[in-house]
């Protein structure tokens, strides 16, 4: 009973770890390549890294389940992770490699959104300069036509006939970008709030388990010990709370589901 709970979890908090790094990953690749991300295999990618996390986090968990939980002297009436080198393990592979993956990919995505607005500044500006450069052009033409029907008047029907005008595709384009760069900065805003209590909640609990397991001599107070235990266990509740604040797609999901449930 105590090694199916330990199993769950060490799995349980090594998933909510590693959702968070795969949601670093999955905005890093929408900053990387935009408009794939959104018109092309969004479903495969989103399904790989939830397949992945939860696969990942199954093995970091299993060897409980297998036994590594049971050493010698083993305290019956105790709960908890027996074996220090598992301890040790568990910790690299759920926090200590996690961790500055995602720090890295926090740091691409804003360097990206950086680069992406700086292109996007250009290309506005040579935008307005291509317009400004077209008004005049037609304001020429439309002079050099006022000149021509003074000189060779034009038949009624073509007089009263409008001039069609003509769309291109790459204004089609930009728009659909534009609306991509506006959906893309409203999600970066919830990203460092998120990385930030991840390191607030998780990294005093992985930094005093691995001092305990390392350092048999330390002594660790037990109300230390369940405080560090709890913060990382407050962390799961806080990401859908601060996703329903900054993000708008999550307030609208949770009004639509509280009228529901009234």
């Known amino acids: 009973m105590c090694d199916g709970l330990m199993t769950m979890d060490v799995m349980l ?6 959702n968070l790094c795969a949601i670093s990953v999955d905005r890093f690749i929408a900053v990387s390549v935009p408009l794939n991300y959104n018109r092309k295999h969004v479903d495969h990618r989103q399904l790989v890294l939830l397949s992945a996390t939860w696969l990942l986090a199954l093995a970091v968990a299993s060897p409980v389940i297998f036994g590594i939980n049971n050493v010698p002297d083993r305290d019956p009436s105790a709960c908890k992770l027996e074996d220090n080198n598992y301890v040790v393990y568990s910790s690299v592979c759920s926090f200590f490699i996690p961790c500055p993956i995602m720090v890295l990919l926090y740091f691409g995505v804003f360097r990206g959104l950086k ?3 700086e292109t996007r500044k250009v290309k506005l500006r040579s ?5 400004i450069e077209r008004d005049l052009a037609q304001s020429r033409l439309d002079d050099t036509d006022d000149d021509m029907q003074q000189e060779i008047p034009y038949p009624r029907q073509y007089r009263e006939n409008s001039v069609p005008t003509v769309t291109f595709s790459h204004q089609l384009h930009g728009k659909k970008r534009a609306k991509i760069n506006k959906r893309e900065r409203k999600a970066m805003r919830v990203l460092p709030v998120v990385v930030g209590c991840f390191l607030f909640c998780w990294t005093p609990f992985f930094v005093v388990h691995t001092t305990r397991a390392l350092c048999l001599t330390c002594h660790i ?3 230390l010990m369940s405080t560090v235990t709890w913060l990382g266990y407050v962390n799961s509740a806080l990401n859908p709370i601060i996703y329903t604040i900054f993000n708008t797609e999550f307030k609208k999901f949770f009004k639509k589901f509280f009228r529901a449930s009234c």
């Open 13 to 18: 908090c090594t998933a909510s770890i590693f």
């Open 115 to 117: 680069r992406w607005e």
């Open 127 to 131: 935008s307005i300069e291509a317009f």
């Open 221 to 223: 107070p037990p109300g």
